[in-house]
Each structure stands twice: as C-alpha cells, then as structure tokens.
C-alpha cells in the first residue's frame, strides 16, 4: 500500500517552454501532497504544500506564479514549471501524507528529473 | 531556529553493524522520520517514532529519546544494496517536517 506515482519521470525541454509533472497517489486518498526540488548532492527542499481544493502554500523563495500547483483531486496534483530556464533544472519529487493526520507518513514518488536547455 | 545534524558520511563493511546518529533541535516535536534514498531515486520510508523507544523492522531499527532530542538508525548485516544516503526529518509543532541533510553511507566488500 501508500504507493505513489509520478509522471514523466524524466523531461528535457527548451528554455521558455512549460513543464507539468503529474503526482498520484494509487491507493490511498492524500487531502495533502508535497513538492520537493533536490539538488545534486543536496537535501530535500519543500517547495509547496498542495490541498485538495485549495491554494497551495508556498514555501519562502518560491515564485508561485513560476511553479503552478494544481491539487484537483484526492489522488492528483500536478506541478507545472513555467517558461523554464537552465537553472530549474533538477529532482522534482512529490510525497503524499497516507493518512488524515498531520503527522502521518509521507510516501515519496519516484522522482521526476527535469533538464532545461 | 530549527535544526537537525546528521554525520555527512560514514562508511562500514558488508556483514557489519552501523549506527547513524541524529539529533534535533526544533519547535515542538510530533515524531521522527528516517528515509532511505539511493542515488538519483526518491526517499523510501524506512520507520517512524514518536515514542521514546525502539521500532524494528527486519535489518533495520531506530530509537528515539525525546528528552535527549535525539535518535539513532541501526542497519544490521549490512548488504552492499544498503550504500544509500539515510534522511533523518522532524515534524514539528506545526507539522512542518524539518529535514536533515542526510547521512551517506558507504559499504565496502
């Protein structure tokens, strides 16, 4: 159980163009879902927090208007980078929380790895 | 401010015991995460604790004191598969989850 999906899991692209990544969770329902960037050789970095039906929060430094979250249902959220450039290239990784509680376990996807041109 | 300090590196030989420390000083405390995360993939959930105490699970146990604002991971019978870096993360009073910067474990034949 508490699997999560992402989609593509790789992505070279054009400077300028959008990029949406998808995130699902396949067999539990997540109200709350992460987005993380990693650097090479660096930790995890929490860019948004995404609810179902709502905005989502973003962290300090992250432009929202770049980074597009959309948490359209309990099993789906996408990130979609926009008109990306060289420097967002990274690890693009989601996670959802199993469970209702704020202190329940976050599942990771498997990653997206996005290079930008 | 919120902290979490793990050793960058260690490294250990197959067959053997390694212990992975980490210690925290954060804004409240509702329970301690380690995460396991091979090169170029995403973290896996290896346990949880949020009682002081031990939680095992096959090879791998953690142990967690409150009071001493620290845990420890235990990898036995190390497998060269178990080279990987090792996340240790807090949730905090908020329900932030504070992350180290993990622990790169190195085994050797």
């Known amino acids: 159980g508490a699997v999560v999906s992402q989609h593509p899991s790789w992505v070279i692209c054009k400077s300028g163009t959008s990029v949406k990544i998808e995130c699902r969770s396949l067999?539990?329902?997540?109200?709350?879902m992460f987005w993380y960037r990693q650097f090479p050789k660096q930790s995890l970095m929490l860019m948004a927090t995404s609810n179902e039906g709502s905005k989502a929060t973003y962290e300090q430094g992250v432009e929202k208007d770049k980074f597009l979250i959309n948490h359209a249902s309990l099993t789906l959220s996408t990130l979609t980078v926009t008109s990306a450039h060289p420097e967002d290239s990274s690890f693009y990784i989601c996670?959802?929380?199993?469970?209702?509680?704020?202190?329940?376990?976050?599942?990771f996807g498997p990653g997206t790895r996005l290079t930008v041109l | 401010g919120q902290n979490i300090d793990q050793p960058t590196e260690m490294t250990a030989t197959e067959g053997a015991i390694v212990q992975i420390n980490c210690t925290y000083q954060?804004?409240?405390?509702?329970?301690l995460f380690w995460y396991q995360q091979h090169a170029g993939e995403a973290p896996t959930f290896l346990s949880y604790?949020?009682l002081d105490g031990l939680e095992e699970k096959g090879r791998f146990s953690s142990v967690l004191s409150r009071s001493k604002g620290y845990s420890y991971l235990l990898l036995k019978e190390l497998q060269m598969k178990d080279s990987a870096s090792y996340l240790c993360?807090?949730?905090?009073?908020?329900?932030?989850?504070?992350w180290g910067a993990g622990t790169k474990l190195i085994i050797k034949p």
């Open positions: 993360a807090v949730t905090d009073s908020n329900y932030q989850l504070i």
């Open positions: 954060t804004s409240g405390f509702n329970g």
């Open positions: 996670s959802a929380r199993s469970g209702g509680g704020e202190a329940d376990t976050q599942y």
């Open positions: 067999d539990f329902q997540a109200t709350t």
């Open positions: 604790n949020v």
